[in-house]
């Protein structure tokens, strides 16, 4: 056990320091390894979880399954065992990068047009409410693969404090009270009976208790995947799914597996940048951004000529992620072509200074669809251990309490992923994100993700960067990363004003402080429409390790609950 000098809790708003400030030398030795360990999250018990498995000796491997279960059972509304997610990680040894790709599938019994009215548009509710929104979990078989994989204490271990947190219970903040008032119309009756007891709104405060998340969590530490995935867990989901009218069989289960993928890596400047692959969108969208902004010579210290660039970079690419992107396994994307330099100096060549492209003017033109939904699920964390091993993790049940369906005897909420697929090619998701055949349906087939895990490294050091927030994740990892180029702390990275453009609508989001007055006169001059939001957006955990400084920071988005915490090792 490493002894401890300092432990820093940096929740948002305010920074403890408890102990004795460490003084570290800053050799370029001692800053090939971090000077300690940190852990970002989405809530305290969460991160909390994480640090606990890092004292016992446990990597940033075994710390990601720990974080990743506890944010489930403390966060239902946003990730959870009945869900799924990407898990970017950095072997420090060796430097391998993966991938685990715990993506959800569509059941077998999966169709294109499930979801279709007669006339042929999506019907929203069928794609986001009740067991028929699910895929197939993800998240159970991520976690017995990175526990098994690449960690240190073995799945048990690494799930002992979810369990603890779900036997025992844990206060409900008031988000977590909020949100149970937002979507308890959604919920199904085991959802009611735990949310709501007789009636009533669990209110701030009480003590939530998941007996049978507990348990089924349990099953999973005993047996790993197949604790989970057949059995008397299967069983019970599989009852559960289909009397609440869902689709999924026993060998849906069975069959699901977790993968690994190559994750993509783009240079800009001076920096490596290690990003999701497809089935997210994630890298694919990074590099064309990125690959636009070179072209375009940015550097970010023009103003709101630097931010009109920017905007233009984001509507080229999600215009391709509409036209190209889903699950690699199913269709050919032109990756080669979309990951070219080449390729992003065509784009930015037809962007034109100080003038907004309408986006009707890119092809494949679409109709004006719905804004981004202001997204309070899914979540995301950023973990490096002390050997400078890394993990970005962004998991997801998608919408608010998912599907807002609890499987009896369970304790886990059933996903709603399957409304990010394209349900039809006339008719937008809960994100307003539109999409072609590639995000089709078909069964075993993954939805097409935005969720964005990233690792930056370069001259200002090492950063671990994620957030949840539907489609706008995409250009938050964006921004964030551009503020760290140009020179930005941790704290203020998650921090920074945002603003969004996601090809259709053809309009820009922001958050207020994201453009001044003059800002707003400019970009409405060159022609954009700006939507002001009335409250902000995303949940950003990052991890920041300066070697050349021999720092370790870390920081959560001061827009939400989380905390990060950074424990310094004596040098
Ligand atoms: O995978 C995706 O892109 C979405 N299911 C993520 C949803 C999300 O981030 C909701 N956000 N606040």
């Keep these: 056990m490493d002894s401890l000098l300092k432990t820093r809790i940096a929740t948002p708003g305010r920074m403890l320091a408890i102990g004795l400030v460490a003084v570290l030398s800053f050799s370029a030795e001692a800053g090939s390894r971090p000077p300690g360990y940190a852990v970002a999250s989405a809530h305290p018990l969460a991160t909390d979880a994480g640090i606990e498995i890092l004292q016992q000796g446990g990597n940033a491997f075994d710390a990601a399954v720990a974080v990743s279960a506890a944010l489930g059972v403390v966060e239902p509304y946003s990730s959870g065992i009945g869900g799924g997610g990407f898990w970017l990680l950095h072997r420090q040894r060796d430097r391998f990068e993966t991938m685990v790709d715990g993506r959800e599938t569509a059941p ?3 169709s294109r047009e499930m979801y279709q009215d007669a006339q042929g548009h999506a019907i929203a509710d069928l ?44 206060p409900l903040d008031a988000r977590f009270a909020k949100f149970i008032v937002m979507e308890s119309k959604r919920f199904s009756p085991a959802a009611q009976a735990l949310l709501l007891p007789g009636g009533k709104p669990l209110t701030e405060g009480a003590v939530l208790i998941q007996p049978d998340l507990a348990e089924t969590l349990q099953r999973l530490a005993d047996h790993g995947r197949d604790g989970f995935y057949t059995g008397a867990t299967a069983q019970q989901l599989v009852n559960g799914v ?115 492209t309408p986006s009707a003017d890119l092809p494949p033109p679409g109709q004006p669809k719905r804004p981004a939904k202001e997204g309070v699920d899914t979540t995301h964390y950023s973990i490096i251990d002390s050997d400078g091993n890394r993990v970005a993790a962004t998991v997801t049940v998608n919408l608010v309490f998912a599907s807002g369906f609890l499987a009896p005897g369970t304790g886990v909420f059933i996903n709603d992923e399957m409304d ?78 945002r603003y969004h453009m996601q090809y259709l609508p053809d309009q820009v989001q922001f958050e207020k402080g994201a453009f001044d007055a003059d800002a707003q006169a400019a970009l409405t001059r060159m022609g954009y429409k700006l939507d002001a939001l009335s409250s902000p957006y995303g949940n950003m955990q990052a991890v920041l390790w300066r070697p050349a400084q021999n720092t370790l920071d870390a920081a959560a988005d001061p827009r939400a609950v989380g905390t990060a915490r950074v424990v310094l090792k004596k040098p």
């Design 108 to 110: 077998q019994a999966a």
């Design 242 to 356: 289909r009397a609440g009218g869902g689709i999924w069989t026993l060998q849906d289960l069975a069959g699901y597996k977790a993968l690994e993928r190559k994750p993509i890596v783009i240079h800009f400047q001076n920096y490596r940048i290690v990003t999701v692959p497809p089935p997210s969108a994630g890298g694919v969208g990074i590099a064309e951004m990125l690959d636009q902004l070179t072209a375009l010579h940015w550097t970010g210290a023009n103003g709101v000529h630097s931010q009109q660039q920017v905007i233009e970079a984001m509507r080229r690419a999600y215009r391709d992620r509409a036209a190209y992107l889903g699950d690699p396994d199913y269709v050919e994307i032109p990756l080669k072509r979309l990951l070219s330099p080449a390729y992003g100096r065509e784009m930015a060549a037809t962007i034109q200074p100080d003038h907004a």
């Design 420 to 497: 990010d697929f394209a349900a039809s090619t006339t008719d937008s998701n809960a994100f307003g994100l539109i999409g072609s055949s590639a995000n089709a349906i078909a069964p075993g087939k993954r939805p097409l993700s935005t969720m964005t895990p990233t690792f930056v490294e370069g001259p200002k050091g090492v950063l671990v960067i994620g957030t949840p927030g539907g489609s706008r994740i995409l250009t938050m990892v964006l921004l964030g990363m551009l503020d760290f180029f140009r020179g930005a702390d941790v704290q203020t990275i998650v921090a920074a004003p």
């Design 127 to 170: 794609s986001q409410n009740g067991p028929i929104a699910g895929g197939i979990p993800g998240t159970p078989a991520a976690l017995d693969h990175i526990a098994s994989t690449y960690g240190k204490l073995g799945l048990a271990r690494d799930l002992a404090p979810a369990i603890r947190l779900a036997r025992e219970g844990f």
